[in-house]
T-cell receptor
Framework: EAGVAQSPRYKIIEKRQSVAFWCNPI?????LYWYQQILGQGPKLLIQ????????DSQLPKDRFSAERLKGVDSTLKIQPAKLEDSAVYLC?????????????FGPGTRLTVL | SQKIEQNSEALNIQEGKTATLTCNYT??????LQWYRQDPGRGPVFLLL?????KEKRKERLKVTFDTTLKQSLFHITASQPADSATYLC?????????????FGTGTRLKVLA
């Protein structure tokens, strides 16, 4: 089966600019996650969707970050305006459902550099 | 809040030996604990899941143990190979507002020397 697709793979922007990332999960996966991974750290959950509804966005900096999953399939994550500390890899993952026993399938990530 | 501790220092071992990685947590015991492998420039890949009522889980050369008394999980790779060199992440589930989400540790970098 095809894996989780993300684009772009790399992005370099200047601070205060905006940027958007796209994710296409594994077909049929109801749950979609966006993580931020700063160099040397583990992934940090930003937002979690079940179909097209948000189930957790407690760690999403809502003043600058937004995400949507309009038709319950693809998702976009946007940062506006970007700050230097947003430099990180943004990982998208999907799973069959919300239950804790479901494994997560990760995409390759988008490496963002904010100058 | 739940904290997860993994060895931040890299672990170097000789090929053929058993690698043992540690994941300690500070608060409540999770219902599920997962281990992932991450290679440079790639997303994590799921390896094993262990439930709170399981002491041990095996998959080929991999073994995971879960001790809720010690609040610790150990991840073993037997007969290690240079291809096992990667960062290994543990992830604990937490239930918040009736839904599961996972908290990841910082990972331990393993290097298997030929």
């Amino acid at each position: 089966e095809a894996g989780v697709a993300q684009s772009p793979r790399y992005k370099i922007i200047e601070k205060r600019q905006s940027v958007a990332f796209w994710c296409n999960p594994i077909s049929g996966h109801a749950t979609l996650y966006w993580y931020q991974q700063i160099l040397g750290q583990g992934p940090k959950l930003l937002i979690q969707f079940q179909n097209n509804g948000v189930v957790d966005d407690s760690q999403l900096p809502k003043d600058r970050f937004s995400a949507e999953r309009l038709k319950g399939v693809d998702s976009t994550l946007k940062i506006q305006p970007a700050k230097l500390e947003d430099s990180a890899v943004y990982l998208c993952a999907s799973s069959a459902g919300l239950a804790g026993y479901n494994e997560q399938f990760f995409g390759p990530g988008t490496r963002l550099t904010v100058l | 809040s739940q904290k997860i501790e993994q060895n931040s220092e890299a672990l170097n071992i000789q090929e053929g030996k058993t690698a043992t990685l540690t994941c300690n947590y500070t608060n409540y015991s999770p219902a599920y604990l997962q281990w992932y492998r991450q290679d440079p420039g790639r997303g994590p890949v799921f390896l094993l899941l262990i439930r709170e009522n399981e002491k041990e889980k095996r998959k080929e050369r991999l073994k995971v143990t879960f001790d809720t008394t010690l609040k610790q999980s150990l991840f073993h790779i037997t007969a290690s190979q240079p291809a096992d060199s990667a960062t290994y992440l543990c992830a604990l589930d937490m239930v918040a507002s009736g839904t599961y989400k996972y908290i990841f540790g910082t990972g331990t970098r393993l290097k298997v020397l030929a």
